[in-house]
């Protein structure tokens, strides 16, 4: 009984580390404990090569992901519980248990294999280069995309917007790209509508106590096979990003976007109105 606790006590840990390994939180950020602070030496710099930089770090991310099962046995080996690891195999044990550990193994061989595939022809298959190669023009690859956009985001005039832990947005001079963990959405801002859809709005942000509001803006380009996506950014960084942008964000007449502190205290002022108790007065004659 007490070992099981053990082991419950240690799966929970690890459950906690990788959830700050796949979404880490300001502490792991601030400390240097991300993928790309890890392995900053290998990425080089962003800013010189953006593309080829995001598309080792989406490598990288994706084996990391994979090791994270096989990690988790490594650790209840390495804590002396051998023997239930090798219990886990048997018979008596629970199909579920089975598939587990068997995908402890499969899952890192999955990886390299996609890595493999990703890296064939100069890297023509990975998400990324799929994603710009459908804004090549006449006859020229997905190289001649990266090159421009790379140009692009070494500018001053770009905007990087921290999204969340794992993803932002960049806005450079004729583009707006969306980082994630493993891809980039792209969309050329000359054949781009925006359109802010719906907002959402906290009483307390992960920043601070104040009160916060998300707008969520999406992205549809007008060329084919280019699918849509959607970006949510602060409202506070809504202007920025309206004054990178070279089309207007269009705003839903059911959508109410807080462009300003001003507009935050209008409503809230608006708010506290309709809470005021209805009287009714009647002049004696």
């Known amino acids: 009984m007490f070992l099981d606790s053990e082991i419950l006590l240690f799966s929970i840990l690890y459950l ?18 991300t993928i790309s602070s890890i392995f900053s030496s290998f990425l080089k710099s962003e800013n010189e090569h953006f593309i080829l930089y995001h598309i080792k770090r989406s490598i990288i991310t994706l084996f ?17 519980y051998s023997e239930e690891i090798i219990s886990i195999w ?7 248990w089975q598939l587990f550990t068997n ?3 499969i899952f890192p061989l999955l990886a390299l294999y996609q890595i493999k595939t990703w890296s064939d022809d100069n890297w023509k298959n990975h998400p990324i280069a799929v994603n710009l190669s459908k804004f090549c023009n006449n006859n020229g690859t997905w190289l001649s995309v990266a090159s421009d956009i790379n140009v692009e985001f070494r500018r001053i005039d770009k905007i990087c917007i921290q999204t969340n832990a794992v993803s932002k947005i960049i806005a450079t001079e ?3 790209l969306k980082v994630t963990p493993l891809t980039i959405f792209v969309a050329h801002q000359s054949d781009a509508t925006f359109n802010a859809c719906h907002t959402d709005t906290h009483s307390i942000s992960p920043d601070n106590s104040r009160q916060v509001q998300y707008v969520t803006i999406e992205v549809k380009s007008a060329r084919d096979n280019v699918p849509s996506f959607n970006i949510r950014i602060n409202t506070s960084d809504f202007k920025d990003l309206q004054d990178r942008l070279a089309r207007p964000i269009s705003i839903l007449p059911n959508v109410l976007v807080h462009k300003s502190l001003m507009d935050k205290f209008v409503d809230t002022f608006k708010e506290v109105v309709k809470e005021n108790p209805l009287y009714n007065t009647q002049e004696v004659s």
């Open 16 to 33: 906690l580390i990788s959830g700050c390994i796949v979404y880490p939180p300001v502490e792991f950020i601030s400390s240097g404990l």
């Open 64 to 80: 990391i992901y994979s090791l994270l099962p096989l990690a988790y046995i490594i650790g209840l080996w390495f804590f002396n």
């Open 90 to 96: 048997s018979t008596d044990k629970s199909l579920l």
């Open 103 to 105: 995908s402890c193994f």
């Open 174 to 176: 004729n583009w707006i």
